[in-house]
């Protein structure tokens, strides 16, 4: 055990990097907030590391850093590319742009260019939480320059004005955060080093004070006691907010701000704190020595788990187990320093650079979608504006076709040849998200009377709010066309709330592919099964084995899928009143006969 270590901030490392993972692992609402203790923490540990330190070197403290933080980071990114190859049923669309905005520390900025919701549900790259480490890396890059500032300062002017400055600095960081929160889209605020910056600001300041006045608070809080009640209050407070503030909540951003200020009353009260040598620091010291690698793993573990065919809770509990276990064996590897089993260590050492350099090499093939994902995005935003005109036309016919539906249906048991025709002419109504707004125009060939609301990354906790609309104002018909679900699924009242809206109206799912990433055909099927009125549009099925059909990210569709699917909808739909046409005509035969 090391002499005079600061177990109370090893603990608060590790209470923070368990509640990112079960926020990750979705076991909680808020765990998100604890890295803006990591924000602190890198704030304070950088400054008071250096301020303790007789000489400050630029070059050792890159040396450093470069050991300590991207090393590990570069096996852990090019080992998940490696692993990535393994797994053929995985799109991972992103990968080289996302991959170079990774290894230049600017991942935060691609991920707001890109759209990529750190909120949602469905986990779409095993690197969404290196936004963190993009902004800690900006952040290392420029500490040596603000030292240097801040060492100057420490020159000309006493203790007191220099916190008395950085106190006023980190006051103005904070306003500076709630002023961008009223007019920043969410994502911009979390992802923006401008606006997180406050709690490594933060961390600097309370590493002035201490480094500054800890004697004297040592004096002035003599009571082991109140220390110890004092430190017991803001861990639960902190824990208090980890579990129960989501991004939605209106305290979100007081929220962010709290946890920084409690971040650093604790690392305040653990200089004051007196320590004793025993087996739970001990344990608190090993475990905390782990956590860096802790957080670069979890998101690839929990990434390729969710693509393997076992329950939710054996994915929990593995992505625990094997995250826990690979950061214990990365941190063993490189930890040249300490010399016990040392051949062991370069041996997995030589293992994992073996690993990353083919991962590197799987890199440098990969082709950019960029241009191609660019296009999409141009078509899907053409295909919005259709979308508002066609809803214009649908308003008109829809009442008409609720008035002459039983004179339609006797004519068509005396004539199917016009059948293919009138289901041509149904005024459906069709919700979705990106993939049925890449087919809008097609989709409106086959059904030019329908009416269709499709939007980008729409889940389908969204539907029933449309149709309750659409609905109150007498527009829905009696054909309802659902393509939701890869974004991420509802649970069962929120299906039951979509069967409550629609009535005895026909229902048609169309299911999804490369359902790995979010398991929702089961669950689907299941829904369909229990509900006569729900049928499945099985396009998973239709299209597999046809990569023709899709994009490169195997769920976007070419104009050949486009064609495809819209023509399953329209077969379908079709097979479906074929149906009852042969069902109605049975009746009529069987009541001639009676007669």
Same mark, same amino acid.
């Given at each position: 055990?090391?002499?005079?270590?600061?177990?109370?901030?090893?603990?608060?490392?590790?209470?923070?990097?368990?509640?990112?993972?079960?926020?990750?692992?979705?076991?909680?609402?808020?765990?998100?907030?604890?890295? !803006?203790?990591?924000?602190?923490?890198?704030?304070?540990?950088?400054?008071?590391?250096?301020?303790?330190?007789?000489?400050?070197?630029?070059?050792?403290?890159?040396?450093?850093?470069?050991?300590?933080?991207?090393?590990?980071?570069?096996?852990?990114?090019?080992?998940?590319?490696?692993?990535?190859?393994?797994?053929?049923?995985?799109?991972?669309?992103?990968?080289?742009?996302?991959?170079?905005?990774?290894?230049?520390?600017?991942?935060?900025?691609?991920?707001?260019?890109?759209?990529?919701?750190?909120?949602?549900?469905?986990?779409?790259?095993?690197?969404?939480?290196?936004?963190?480490?993009?902004?800690?890396?900006?952040?290392?890059?420029?500490?040596?320059?603000?030292?240097?500032?801040?060492?100057?300062?420490?020159?000309?002017?006493?203790?007191?004005?220099?916190?008395?400055?950085?106190?006023?600095?980190?006051?103005?960081?904070?306003?500076?955060?709630?002023?961008?929160?009223?007019?920043?889209?969410?994502?911009?605020?979390?992802?923006?080093?401008?606006?997180?910056?406050?709690?490594?600001?933060?961390?600097?300041?309370?590493?002035?004070?201490?480094?500054?006045?800890?004697?004297?608070?040592?004096?002035?809080?003599?009571?082991?006691?109140?220390?110890?009640?004092?430190?017991?209050?803001?861990?639960?407070?902190?824990?208090?907010?980890?579990?129960?503030?989501?991004?939605?909540?209106?305290?979100?951003?007081?929220?962010?701000?709290?946890?920084?200020?409690?971040?650093?009353?604790?690392?305040?009260?653990?200089?004051?704190?007196?320590?004793?040598?025993?087996?739970?620091?001990?344990?608190?010291?090993?475990?905390?020595? !782990?956590?860096?690698?802790?957080?670069?793993?979890?998101?690839?573990?929990?990434?390729?788990?969710?693509?393997?065919?076992?329950?939710?809770?054996?994915?929990?509990?593995?992505?625990?187990?094997?995250?826990?276990?690979?950061?214990?064996?990365?941190?063993?590897?490189?930890?040249?320093?300490?010399?016990?089993?040392?051949?062991?260590?370069?041996?997995?050492?030589?293992?994992?650079?073996?690993?990353?350099?083919?991962?590197?090499?799987?890199?440098?093939?990969?082709?950019?979608?960029?241009?191609?994902?660019?296009?999409?995005?141009?078509?899907?935003?053409?295909?919005?504006?259709?979308?508002?005109?066609?809803?214009?036309?649908?308003?008109?016919?829809?009442?008409?076709?609720?008035?002459?539906?039983?004179?339609?249906?006797?004519?068509?048991?005396?004539?199917?040849?016009?059948?293919?025709?009138?289901?041509?002419?149904?005024?459906?109504?069709?919700?979705?998200?990106?993939?049925?707004?890449?087919?809008?125009?097609?989709?409106?060939?086959?059904?030019?009377?329908?009416?269709?609301?499709?939007?980008?990354?729409?889940?389908?906790?969204?539907?029933?709010?449309?149709?309750?609309?659409?609905?109150?104002?007498?527009?829905?018909?009696?054909?309802?066309?659902?393509?939701?679900?890869?974004?991420?699924? !509802?649970?069962?009242?929120?299906?039951?709330?979509?069967?409550?809206? !629609?009535?005895?109206?026909?229902?048609?799912?169309?299911?999804?592919?490369?359902?790995?990433?979010?398991?929702?055909?089961?669950?689907?099927?299941?829904?369909?099964?229990?509900?006569?009125?729900?049928?499945?549009?099985?396009?998973?099925?239709?299209?597999?084995?046809?990569?023709?059909?899709?994009?490169?990210?195997?769920?976007?569709?070419?104009?050949?899928?486009?064609?495809?699917?819209?023509?399953?909808?329209?077969?379908?739909?079709?097979?479906?009143?074929?149906?009852?046409?042969?069902?109605?005509?049975?009746?009529?035969?069987?009541?001639?006969?009676?007669?």
């Amino acid at each position: 055990m090391v002499k005079n270590r600061n177990y109370i901030i090893d603990f608060l490392r590790i209470i923070s990097c368990f509640f990112v993972l079960f926020y990750h692992l979705q076991i909680i609402k808020g765990g998100f907030l604890a890295v !803006c203790t990591f924000f602190v923490l890198n704030g304070f540990l950088a400054t008071y590391s250096s301020l303790k330190k007789k000489e400050f070197s630029i070059v050792k403290y890159y040396k450093s850093r470069f050991f300590h933080l991207y090393i590990p980071f570069i096996i852990v990114v090019f080992s998940t590319i490696f692993l990535y190859s393994f797994f053929s049923n995985i799109y991972w669309v992103h990968l080289k742009p996302e991959t170079t905005s990774v290894l230049f520390g600017y991942n935060n900025i691609w991920q707001v260019q890109t759209n990529l919701d750190y909120f949602t549900k469905n986990v779409n790259s095993p690197f969404m939480h290196f936004w963190y480490l993009s902004i800690l890396f900006q952040f290392e890059l420029l500490f040596p320059i603000i030292y240097k500032l801040g060492f100057l300062m420490k020159k000309h002017f006493s203790k007191r004005i220099i916190c008395f400055l950085l106190g006023l600095f980190s006051f103005i960081s904070g306003i500076f955060f709630f002023y961008q929160y009223q007019k920043l889209p969410l994502l911009n605020i979390y992802y923006g080093t401008f606006t997180r910056i406050f709690s490594i600001i933060f961390g600097i300041f309370t590493a002035f004070i201490i480094y500054c006045y800890s004697s004297k608070l040592k004096k002035y809080y003599k009571n082991r006691y109140f220390v110890i009640i004092s430190l017991f209050i803001h861990f639960f407070s902190l824990i208090i907010l980890f579990l129960n503030v989501s991004y939605k909540s209106i305290i979100f951003p007081y929220s962010m701000i709290l946890v920084s200020l409690l971040s650093c009353g604790i690392i305040i009260f653990s200089f004051i704190f007196s320590y004793k040598n025993n087996y739970f620091n001990k344990v608190v010291f090993t475990i905390s020595k !782990c956590t860096y690698e802790i957080y670069l793993l979890q998101y690839p573990v929990i990434f390729f788990l969710r693509h393997l065919k076992i329950s939710c809770l054996l994915q929990v509990a593995f992505s625990i187990i094997f995250t826990v276990i690979l950061s214990l064996l990365l941190h063993f590897s490189l930890n040249f320093k300490e010399k016990k089993l040392i051949y062991l260590k370069k041996i997995i050492f030589i293992i994992l650079i073996i690993i990353s350099i083919i991962g590197f090499y799987r890199y440098l093939l990969e082709k950019d979608h960029t241009d191609e994902l660019n296009r999409l995005e141009i078509n899907l935003k053409n295909n919005e504006k259709i979308l508002i005109d066609n809803q214009k036309k649908y308003i008109a016919k829809i009442q008409e076709e609720k008035d002459n539906y039983s004179t339609k249906m006797d004519e068509l048991i005396k004539n199917e040849a016009s059948l293919s025709e009138y289901v041509h002419q149904l005024s459906i109504v069709g919700i979705g998200d990106s993939v049925m707004l890449g087919a809008v125009p097609k989709l409106y060939e086959e059904f030019p009377n329908g009416y269709f609301d499709a939007k980008v990354s729409r889940t389908d906790y969204e539907a029933s709010g449309i149709l309750r609309n659409l609905n109150s104002q007498g527009l829905l018909g009696d054909i309802i066309i659902i393509n939701l679900g890869t974004n991420g699924q !509802c649970g069962e009242k929120c299906r039951n709330d979509i069967l409550d809206v !629609c009535g005895d109206r026909q229902i048609y799912w169309v299911n999804v592919t490369n359902d790995s990433d979010v398991g929702v055909n089961d669950s689907l099927n299941q829904f369909a099964a229990n509900n006569s009125n729900v049928n499945i549009i099985d396009w998973n099925n239709y299209s597999k084995g046809h990569s023709e059909y899709f994009i490169s990210d195997g769920i976007h569709l070419t104009e050949n899928g486009i064609s495809n699917y819209s023509k399953l909808i329209f077969d379908t739909i079709y097979q479906n009143y074929y149906q009852i046409i042969q069902e109605k005509k049975e009746i009529a035969k069987r009541n001639i006969m009676k007669y």
